[in-house]
């Protein structure tokens, strides 16, 4: 298609004079695609554009047509359908700067799209530095042309597929990652992605996690990309299910599950209930609201806070802390209040079961009791409101205490936490010093998933030999059979993770990623 440049070069000369400009368009074809005779005015039409290369103009444009084929007409010469559609030629010139029936042209589009999604910049602040480029644009047009920007990518990644099918291949292959996620109440958004190159491939939003969405999503994604070295997943049932599925009507394929999710799934089926109903007891115990009353009374007693709450903190995590040291006052109190409230601070991103926040709130609520107890017994406690404040935190925290359900749980939690942590041990999933969701481990060679998969295997058989010769409690028989259960059922789609393929002679490996989570 040849596209002048007279049009372009006529507004680069007259953008520079700052003022609306008016420019004409005329249809390039220089005849009717049917029968090639010379075409005719069908009319003219003006529009405001906006570009961020050459500004704001009006653009007049000429539409063309012709007499003898003003209508659609198919191969077989028949009229294709009712209302009848003339057709009309455009000027390409106008259609590369900005899409029929638009005001804002590509660049624009471009810049937002960029700014909302790259450099996370708010609707404001996108209106804020397209107007000082001379672009008028409403907030809700800002969130218009955000969405149309994702229209246009995804309509470009799907025209290119081939391209980055053949890198792929030229790659030795890609394991497709499955991944839902969402919010409760919204959406799902379901993406499959190359866990090798680390590209989205495909993603689509779906109503449930149900296997029929999931099974159409691997079908269109496989079908565009190619049969994949094998497929990642976590154990969702539908999920699972569409695998299965996939399986049936394709053919068999490498399944791969989530070690991260595996591990999830084993550590939901030991502590959950035993979680949840510590959880309720806090709850109803209203532990976390009476101390944040008393917290927010003394705060107004006190003019700073800061030091205190510093050197408590500071001083309790060293294990250094002496209570002869300390001048027992408000701020003290607030500060140790203020610790036993801040349970979940020390997350690592990693969430329940790997995280046990209200086993945290239960062990802070403890320490707090045993140190308030020393206090209220020996001689430096002496102003009365002081022991006021100390007797009201000793009643609050003792809670968990008077109720003998408080310790059950933990207990039952602690045995089965104690079986979890020594499956996540063997697996060496996490990194040593930081367990985190980006410090998962990637395996580098087939000898360290040997490594791994020997260790799993001597766990595996000593759990199987304590079921046998040791006397357990229930709740650790029923902990060893859970992980049995799943160890049996997947152990093989933990270490099948190595493939080979032959580029120019030469053999290499491609070892798959250990989660989802890339």
């Given at each position: 298609m040849h596209v002048t440049e007279h049009s372009l070069m006529k507004i680069r000369q007259l953008a520079q004079t700052g003022e609306n400009l008016k420019i004409k368009f005329r249809a390039e074809a220089l005849g009717c695609s049917y029968c090639t005779k010379n075409l005719n005015v069908y009319k003219t039409q003006s529009r405001i554009v906006f570009t961020?290369?050459?500004?704001c103009f009006v653009a007049h444009e000429t539409l063309l047509f012709c007499k003898d084929h003003q209508y659609a007409v198919s191969t077989d010469g028949?009229?294709?359908g009712l209302p009848l559609k003339v057709v009309k030629y455009h000027s390409e010139t106008l259609k590369q700067l900005v899409a029929p029936r638009m005001r804002y042209g590509?660049?624009?589009?471009?810049?937002?799209g960029q700014a909302r999604f790259i450099r996370h910049r708010q609707r404001l602040e996108i209106q804020t530095e397209l107007h000082a480029k001379g672009i008028e644009i409403s907030t809700g047009e800002i969130s218009?042309?955000?969405?149309?920007?994702?229209?246009?990518?995804?309509?470009?990644?799907?025209?290119?597929?081939?391209?980055?099918?053949?890198?792929?291949v030229k790659s030795g292959g890609y394991v497709l990652h499955i991944d839902a996620t969402g919010e409760n109440g919204s959406d799902m958004l379901l993406v499959c992605y190359d866990g090798l190159l680390n590209?989205?491939?495909?993603?689509?939003?779906?109503?449930?996690?149900?296997?029929?969405?999931?099974?159409s999503a691997i079908i269109k994604t496989i079908d565009l990309f190619g049969p994949p070295l094998?497929?990642?997943?976590?154990?969702?049932t539908g999920m699972c299910k569409a695998i299965q599925a996939f399986k049936q009507q394709r053919g068999e394929i490498v399944d791969l599950i989530c070690e991260f999710h595996f591990l999830q799934d084993i550590g939901k089926d030991l502590i959950k209930n035993n979680y949840d109903t510590l959880r309720k007891l806090f709850r109803k115990s209203r532990i976390s609201p009476c101390l944040r009353r008393l917290k927010k009374r003394i705060a107004l007693e006190l003019e700073s806070q800061n030091h205190a709450v510093n050197y408590f903190y500071n001083a309790f995590n060293k294990g250094d802390f002496q209570l002869t040291d300390l001048d027992i006052n408000r701020a003290l109190i607030y500060a140790m209040i203020k610790w036993i409230l801040d349970y979940e601070v020390n997350s690592n991103g990693l969430n329940f079961p790997f995280e046990q926040p209200y086993v945290n709130f239960f062990n802070?609520?403890?320490?707090?009791?045993v140190m308030v107890q020393k206090l209220l017994k020996n001689k430096y406690v002496k102003d009365e409101s002081i022991r006021d404040y100390l007797l009201k935190i000793k009643h609050i925290v003792n809670k968990i205490h008077d109720d003998k359900r408080f310790k059950l749980q933990i207990n039952s939690i602690f045995e089965n936490a104690t079986m979890f942590d020594e499956l996540r041990n063997k697996l060496r999933l996490f990194d040593d010093q930081n367990h985190s969701l980006n410090s998962c481990r990637t395996y580098q060679s087939r000898q360290e998933i040997n490594d791994v998969e020997r260790q799993i295997i001597q766990f595996k058989q000593s759990i199987q030999k304590r079921m046998l010769v040791e006397k357990l409690t229930k709740t650790s028989e029923r902990?060893?059979?859970?992980?049995l259960k799943h160890l049996e059922k997947y152990q093989r789609s933990l270490f099948d993770r190595i493939f080979e393929f032959e580029i120019d002679g030469v053999k290499k490996l491609i070892i798959a990623d250990r989660t989802n989570n890339c």
């Amino acid at each position: 298609m040849h596209v002048t440049e007279h049009s372009l070069m006529k507004i680069r000369q007259l953008a520079q004079t700052g003022e609306n400009l008016k420019i004409k368009f005329r249809a390039e074809a220089l005849g009717c695609s049917y029968c090639t005779k010379n075409l005719n005015v069908y009319k003219t039409q003006s529009r405001i554009v906006f570009t961020l290369k050459y500004g704001c103009f009006v653009a007049h444009e000429t539409l063309l047509f012709c007499k003898d084929h003003q209508y659609a007409v198919s191969t077989d010469g028949c009229l294709m359908g009712l209302p009848l559609k003339v057709v009309k030629y455009h000027s390409e010139t106008l259609k590369q700067l900005v899409a029929p029936r638009m005001r804002y042209g590509y660049d624009v589009i471009d810049f937002i799209g960029q700014a909302r999604f790259i450099r996370h910049r708010q609707r404001l602040e996108i209106q804020t530095e397209l107007h000082a480029k001379g672009i008028e644009i409403s907030t809700g047009e800002i969130s218009n042309l955000s969405d149309l920007f994702l229209v246009y990518i995804e309509r470009l990644h799907i025209k290119h597929a081939d391209r980055l099918r053949k890198l792929m291949v030229k790659s030795g292959g890609y394991v497709l990652h499955i991944d839902a996620t969402g919010e409760n109440g919204s959406d799902m958004l379901l993406v499959c992605y190359d866990g090798l190159l680390n590209v989205t491939l495909y993603s689509t939003k779906i109503k449930s996690e149900s296997a029929d969405e999931i099974l159409s999503a691997i079908i269109k994604t496989i079908d565009l990309f190619g049969p994949p070295l094998a497929v990642m997943h976590d154990l969702g049932t539908g999920m699972c299910k569409a695998i299965q599925a996939f399986k049936q009507q394709r053919g068999e394929i490498v399944d791969l599950i989530c070690e991260f999710h595996f591990l999830q799934d084993i550590g939901k089926d030991l502590i959950k209930n035993n979680y949840d109903t510590l959880r309720k007891l806090f709850r109803k115990s209203r532990i976390s609201p009476c101390l944040r009353r008393l917290k927010k009374r003394i705060a107004l007693e006190l003019e700073s806070q800061n030091h205190a709450v510093n050197y408590f903190y500071n001083a309790f995590n060293k294990g250094d802390f002496q209570l002869t040291d300390l001048d027992i006052n408000r701020a003290l109190i607030y500060a140790m209040i203020k610790w036993i409230l801040d349970y979940e601070v020390n997350s690592n991103g990693l969430n329940f079961p790997f995280e046990q926040p209200y086993v945290n709130f239960f062990n802070r609520c403890d320490s707090i009791g045993v140190m308030v107890q020393k206090l209220l017994k020996n001689k430096y406690v002496k102003d009365e409101s002081i022991r006021d404040y100390l007797l009201k935190i000793k009643h609050i925290v003792n809670k968990i205490h008077d109720d003998k359900r408080f310790k059950l749980q933990i207990n039952s939690i602690f045995e089965n936490a104690t079986m979890f942590d020594e499956l996540r041990n063997k697996l060496r999933l996490f990194d040593d010093q930081n367990h985190s969701l980006n410090s998962c481990r990637t395996y580098q060679s087939r000898q360290e998933i040997n490594d791994v998969e020997r260790q799993i295997i001597q766990f595996k058989q000593s759990i199987q030999k304590r079921m046998l010769v040791e006397k357990l409690t229930k709740t650790s028989e029923r902990a060893i059979k859970i992980i049995l259960k799943h160890l049996e059922k997947y152990q093989r789609s933990l270490f099948d993770r190595i493939f080979e393929f032959e580029i120019d002679g030469v053999k290499k490996l491609i070892i798959a990623d250990r989660t989802n989570n890339c």
